[in-house]
């Protein structure tokens, strides 16, 4: 539901390339219960898919409904068209819980503000404000090369499910490789206190995704550590508490 949404709500719709992606699997693919559509590929037509891609022996599959979106020039728009339509941003502010009945939050140093609806997108902060949503600890890593310039581009995404690595490339030739040294996209030791991985381990992600596509490989310019919203449970928290 929600990427069919990017296709056609505005002002989602035209922000996203939908490019496919390839996941290589030493077994069945996950189909998420049929919302997903996935083809079986052979390498040939994996390398056909995705130019100068390095095949193995394995099993590729193709989900041609998987697409992405420049996180920043997106964020961008979506703020220009929230304050088209009404809405102001309070910047700084930090929320130290819900107000009774949820409506509206406490400010610490500051003005409660008070509301009909208070929608909570605090990701993992959730449980902190108040609200009986358990999060689940889901760290992901993510290594950011420099630039490249040239034609040759990644045109979808391409996902190692058994070494663990995925990675794309945005149009400024910038490949950003997720995964980490010890298991699939899980930075499994860190904690919300600790820094993002080091170039020199972001470099280590690029070199497994290099081994793939050659093209990739680039000096990295930076590497972040994330904190995925996924509710413990596994179900989309959506509605009141």
């Known amino acids: 539901t929600s990427l069919a949404m990017w296709r056609r709500q505005e ?83 930090k929320v130290e819980g819900l107000l009774p009945g949820g409506k509206g939050v406490r400010i610490v140093d500051g003005d409660d503000i008070r509301a009909d609806v208070a929608i909570l997108a605090a990701g993992v902060g959730i449980p902190a404000l ?29 996902v190692d ?10 149009n400024d030739g910038t490949a950003v490789v997720g995964g980490d040294l010890k298991g699939y996209a899980i930075a499994s030791g860190a904690t919300a206190e600790e820094a993002a991985p080091s170039l020199d381990e972001g470099a280590k992600l690029v070199d497994r995704a290099a081994a793939w596509l050659p093209h990739v490989a680039a000096p990295v310019q930076a590497t972040t550590l994330a ?11 959506v509605g009141f508490t």
């Open 130 to 158: 108040g609200a009986p949503v358990p999060m689940k600890r889901s760290p992901g890593v993510l290594a950011h090369t420099q630039p490249k310039t040239g034609t040759t581009r990644m045109r979808g995404l391409v």
């Open 11 to 93: 002002p989602y719709a035209g922000l996203a390339t939908w490019c496919g992606a390839l996941l290589y699997a030493d077994g069945e693919p996950q189909t998420a219960g049929g919302a997903y559509a996935v083809d079986t590929l052979t390498m040939e037509e994996a390398a056909a898919r995705e130019p100068g891609l390095q095949t193995k022996e394995g099993r590729w599959h193709w989900y041609p409904d998987e697409g992405r979106a420049d996180p920043a020039s997106t964020v961008a728009t979506l703020q220009k068209a929230a304050e088209a339509a009404g809405a102001t941003f309070q910047w700084g502010a």
């Open 227 to 237: 904190y995925r919203v996924l509710p413990e449970d596994g179900y989309p928290a």
């Open 161 to 170: 499910a058994v070494s663990g690595v995925h990675f794309l490339q945005r």
